[in-house]
């Protein structure tokens, strides 16, 4: 055990005290009530609902029955966790100090949020048909762009971690859109038939791009990472798209089944597909792929979401709506729990690059 994760053990103890739920193990079959947030310091054994919110009244304030969209990490620090979820976007410095909420922001749905990866205080958020900007660590934020359609959704944002003035959006629509200068103007460099649902950037090299679409398709292309707003005369070699390719030939043998899941990079580049039957992984950027076995066969699988150590893609962890599955050597093997849940689902599972055996666990609201 690091002694940061000790540290961190520490503190989440004191929270644990005051949540009154203490640990929350998998084999149990409820204790106490069910959170929007779980935090596993054990690669999922036992997991602690973290749902405390930080107010200046001193009143116990929670994340109430809310349901999560999406949990990131700040690229720099992993104690800086941003939660998106269905009533506004909450973040914490600390876990052991609680969530708080960002009320700046309208309490609506959040459908991503990213950090840039050389400012902390840099932070992007897409709600609805909107992006917003934050240059002072969520305290105040602008709006950067707006799509007249108000039935669009912006579902994903990517920041260059190269050169942090490229940010790239995908919408519902099918649209990704790039800017050059941090959010100022904006101009779509590709049209898909059907909404991007991901966009993902190569950690080792950022003019490399991949895009998943709300029906199971994946493609990739390249975008020039040194722009140049000064200089109108290369101004489309700014937005220059080469190399697209669509990837679905490559994927054409799998059960891809009808709902996408995951898309997942580790540091070295091994690119992970996940949708509700199966999970595939590819070493040469999506045109071979090979089929990590699961326990329950493919139309059992149900799928929701994908975590994997991006330093050791061997350790993989998914999860069911009611189960958590583990691996340790690269889906050879499995064991799996019940999540720590009854009237909730699990919908978001992330890992901490830092804490070994760190992961987040966001779950979902069960409407009848």
Not at 160 to 182: A, E, F, P, Q, W
Not at 203 to 222: E, G, I, M
Not at 241 to 265: H, M, P
Not at 329 to 338: A, E, P, S, V, Y
Request: aromatic fraction near 10%; proline fraction near 3%.
């Amino acid at each position: 055990m690091s002694r940061q994760t000790f540290k961190l053990m520490l503190l989440l103890l004191a929270v644990s005290l005051v949540l009154s739920a203490c640990t929350i193990t998998t084999n149990s079959k409820k204790a106490g009530p069910e959170a929007a947030v779980y935090l596993t310091l054990n690669r999922g054994d036992a997991w602690l609902p973290m749902i405390n919110v930080a107010n200046a009244s001193g009143q116990l304030l929670t994340l109430g029955d809310l349901s999560v969209n999406l949990i990131t990490l700040d690229p720099q620090d992993s104690k800086a966790v941003y939660l998106a979820s269905d009533q506004g976007l909450f973040y914490t410095y600390n876990i052991a100090n609680g969530w708080n909420s960002v009320n700046s922001l309208p309490k609506t749905a959040v459908n991503d949020v990213r950090v840039d990866f050389q400012n902390k205080c840099i932070v992007y958020a897409a709600l609805s048909n909107r992006v917003y900007r934050s240059d002072d660590c969520s305290r105040t934020w602008t709006q950067i762009y707006f799509d007249n359609n108000q039935g669009v959704n912006v579902n994903t944002i990517v920041i260059d971690h190269y050169n942090n003035r490229n940010l790239y959006i995908g919408t519902s629509r099918g649209d990704i859109i790039k800017s050059i200068d941090s959010g100022a103007s904006w101009r779509t460099i590709q049209r898909l038939n059907e909404g991007v649902v991901r966009l993902l950037m190569s950690p080792l090299d950022s003019r490399q791009l991949f895009v998943a679409t709300v029906k199971n398709h994946l493609y990739s292309f390249s975008s020039n990472s040194v722009t140049d707003t000064s200089d109108p005369t290369n101004l489309e070699k700014n937005f220059l798209v080469s190399n697209w390719t669509s990837l679905n030939d490559f994927l054409k043998n799998f059960n891809l089944g009808s709902n996408f899941r995951g898309l997942v990079i580790t540091n070295d580049a091994i690119l992970f597909l996940a949708t509700d039957n199966l999970i595939l992984r590819s070493q040469d950027s999506g045109f071979t792929w090979d089929n990590i076995k699961l326990i329950p066969p493919e139309k059992d699988a149900v799928i929701t979401s994908l975590a994997v150590n991006p330093k050791n893609p061997a350790e993989m962890y998914y999860i069911t709506k009611t189960t958590f599955f583990r691996s340790l050597d690269g889906g050879t093997t499995w064991t799996n729990k019940k999540l720590p849940v009854t009237t909730r689902v699990g919908r978001e599972l992330v890992f901490d690059f830092t804490n070994p055996g760190v992961l987040y666990l966001g779950t979902l609201i069960v409407k009848d």
